[in-house]
């Protein structure tokens, strides 16, 4: 099957920064997208961004220009570089695949990684 294995996460100081990078392996045929989400306990696990294979990217409205989401198709790997970052960005980033496992499948198959806990200190 579909791994998704994401580093990168820490502790950093308030305007810190970190790079997360999340790379898939196994039976992949094709990647739509690839994205980053994250969630604090008690709350609903939320989209960070987004990009597609052609590199359209969505931002969540929090991110107001301090993070960048690229993707390195050829390895099938997807960066979160965060920037400028506050103790609300304090949460377990997750990043998420969609795409096809089959050529002849009409449906795109959705894969989570682990979880990468990024914490932010004030």
């Known amino acids: 099957q579909v791994q998704l294995v994401g580093s990168g996460g820490g502790l950093v100081r308030t305007g810190g920064s970190l790079r997360l990078s999340c790379a898939a392996s196994?039976?992949?045929?094709?990647?739509?997208?690839m994205g980053w989400y994250r969630q604090v306990p008690g709350k609903r696990r939320e989209l960070v961004a987004i990009?597609?294979?052609?590199?359209?990217?969505n931002y969540a409205a929090f991110v107001k220009g301090r993070f960048t989401i690229s993707l390195e198709i050829a390895k099938n790997t997807v960066f979160l570089e965060m920037n400028s970052l506050t103790p609300e960005d304090t949460a377990v980033y997750y990043c998420?695949?969609?795409?096809?496992?089959?050529?002849?499948?009409?449906?795109?198959?959705?894969?989570w990684g682990q979880g990468t806990q990024v914490t932010v200190s004030s």
């Open positions: 998420n695949l969609r795409g096809k496992i089959r050529a002849e499948n009409t449906f795109f198959d959705e894969f």
């Open positions: 196994g039976s992949i045929f094709s990647i739509n997208d």
């Open positions: 990009i597609s294979s052609s590199g359209s990217t």
